[in-house]
């Protein structure tokens, strides 16, 4: 007995010492509901497929199997569930190589070969090529899983190499025009044609000249006006597909004038290389994730002073260049950033957000090998399925540590909140409200005249549905943690349980938690969550 009382003491200790190991703070938010200061696509989540070869390293590591448009196994059931668990997911084809990419069709006069190892060619490999047998395969892969599809051309075809990574003269556009029109004739569906990647400013590898871009913009765009006359619908044009540089986009847009560009496409990867020992320390600083801030506020005037009849896209955007970061891209750490750069390109009106990649390198949402999903696919999945169009103003007293996004339900009425808890210490008890007084969190006062407190209720909100007294309110929440709270983790938690595929190869259900509305919200140390409010009315979002 003596020896179960000690037990019971011991326990209690160590009980206590945890709970008083972690900070408690308290956070107010207020969200209006009352209008949107944004809207995104409705597709607003896109991923990549990259040319890449199977040869492609860095660090001493080769992450990208055989995970490029020319070779990746669309027969793998893994790759077709992932695929339709957005319904409707946005695919970009494209990356590094795409400029060296040449389409076996038409009149082609250069030969038409597969990538290998070059040293004087550009990243170290020499031009590589598409056949048609595998766009057919491709197309038929897309229309079968509902993919929507964005397609980057060649703009450095025709040009010549004049030095330090400058190219000069027009762009042919012969095997551009073969190959867009091949693919009308065959009736498959591009929603978007890109030109070019990372060929802005000073380049990635290589660089063209705002003016000369801007004119070979308009000379794609009468392309894809005459080519697509009798075929609905018709693609729009997006580019640079590179780093944001202002007085290039500026002159960019001034050149190539109104209506030619629909959507100025620009990548980011503000964590530095994928080899930096200081990834994880990035991720979890405000202060480093704030940073990229000043880009999309800087792009955004860029657009609304020079061509306002152009949106923001983010066409790329991996965390860590250079294939991402090993064990820490593939992990459960890296949805930090990740969810946190949704929400923030969102607010500055950026329609569309590309992760690098879908598939490929250690940033892939999908394992390269084993094609199982890595934690950020299923922090995709949540935004795409929870996060609707329209993007809600949140401000209030809260830390840095701790961020927060709010936009109107997806396909449903009320709003959902996101949480991101980049503190390792402190759990924060969230009161968060709406203006006007009304209050998504409820605080019910201590009173035993139910009837009295219903009655209150109906007076003071205007819920969606039936009245008050006719449902018991709640919230869905869906809380993300890694397992054995490792966060390199590849494996990711949805409250509590592990996130994983079935046996069949198909994803799981992400089903929420459903707490009465008066419950409070907490969100533990190094965590996520999201927030269903179905019952809350937000005008703004009709």
């Excluded at 070979?216 to 075929?231: A, C, G, R």
Aim: glycine share 8%; aromatic share 12%.
């Amino acid at each position: 007995m003596g020896f179960q009382i000690s037990l019971f003491f011991v326990l209690l200790l160590v009980f206590s010492t945890s709970i008083l190991a972690q900070d408690l703070d308290d956070a107010r938010l207020v969200i209006d509901a009352n209008t949107t200061i944004a809207e995104t696509d409705d597709n607003y989540i896109c991923a990549t497929i990259d040319w890449w070869p199977h040869d492609k390293c860095n660090y001493n590591q080769c992450p990208w199997n055989f995970s490029s448009v020319i070779n990746l196994d669309l027969s793998h059931p893994f790759l077709a569930n992932a695929i339709q668990a957005f319904k409707n997911l946005r695919l970009r084809l494209g990356g590094s190589l795409q400029d060296q990419v040449l389409y076996d069709v038409g009149n082609l006069k250069t030969p038409c070969k597969q990538f290998g190892k070059d040293k004087s060619g550009l990243f170290g490999f020499s031009k590589g090529c598409l056949h048609m047998k595998r766009w057919d395969e491709l197309n038929k892969f897309f229309k079968r899983t509902g993919a929507v599809v964005t397609f980057g051309l060649n703009a450095l075809h025709g040009r010549h190499h004049s030095g330090r990574g400058s190219w000069k003269g027009d762009w042919d556009s012969s095997n551009a025009h073969d190959f867009i029109k091949y693919t009308i004739s065959k009736g498959y569906r591009i929603d978007s044609w890109e030109f070019g990647n990372e060929l802005s400013g000073k380049g990635v590898g290589a660089s063209v000249g705002a003016k000369q871009y801007g004119k070979d913009l308009i000379h794609l765009n009468s392309i894809i006006d005459e080519l697509y006359t009798n075929f609905e619908p018709k693609p729009i044009l997006l580019a640079p597909g590179g780093f944001y540089d202002k007085s290039w986009f500026e002159q960019l847009l001034q050149v190539s004038g109104p209506r030619v560009v629909n959507a100025l496409t620009h990548h980011i990867y503000n964590l530095g290389p994928g080899n930096d020992h200081n990834l994880i320390k990035k991720i979890l600083d405000p202060d480093h994730l704030n940073k990229i801030s000043a880009t999309f506020r800087n792009l955004s005037l860029t657009i609304r002073m020079n061509g306002p009849w152009a949106s923001a896209w983010v066409g790329e955007s991996g965390g860590a260049y250079n294939s991402g970061g090993p064990n820490v891209s593939d992990t459960f750490v890296d949805s930090f950033w990740y969810l946190d750069q949704l929400g923030m390109a969102a607010k500055y009106d950026t329609k569309v957000y590309c992760r690098q990649t879908f598939i490929g390198g250690n940033y892939g949402l999908l394992n390269a090998s084993t094609f199982v999903p890595n934690p950020d696919f299923y922090s995709a999945l949540l935004w795409h399925r929870l996060m609707g169009k329209g993007v809600l103003d949140v401000n209030g007293h809260r830390s840095s540590y701790l961020r927060s996004y709010a936009h109107c339900s997806k396909e449903r009425a009320g709003v959902t909140l996101l949480l991101i808890n980049l503190s390792n210490q402190t759990t924060f008890k969230v009161d968060a409200k709406c203006t006007g007084n009304t209050e998504l969190h409820l605080k019910e006062r201590v009173d035993n005249r139910k009837m009295y407190f219903a009655h209150g209720l109906k007076r003071s909100f205007s819920w969606i549905g039936n009245k008050a007294s006719d449902e018991r309110l709640f919230r869905e929440e869906y809380h993300l943690t890694p397992e054995a709270e490792n966060l390199q983790s590849k494996i990711m938690l949805l409250n509590g349980q592990a996130l994983q595929l079935t046996e069949r190869g198909d994803v799981p259900n992400l089903s929420p938690v459903r707490r009465g509305i008066n419950s409070p919200i907490n969100i533990t140390p190094l965590s996520i969550k999201f927030i269903v409010f179905p019952n809350f009315n937000s005008p703004g979002c009709k």
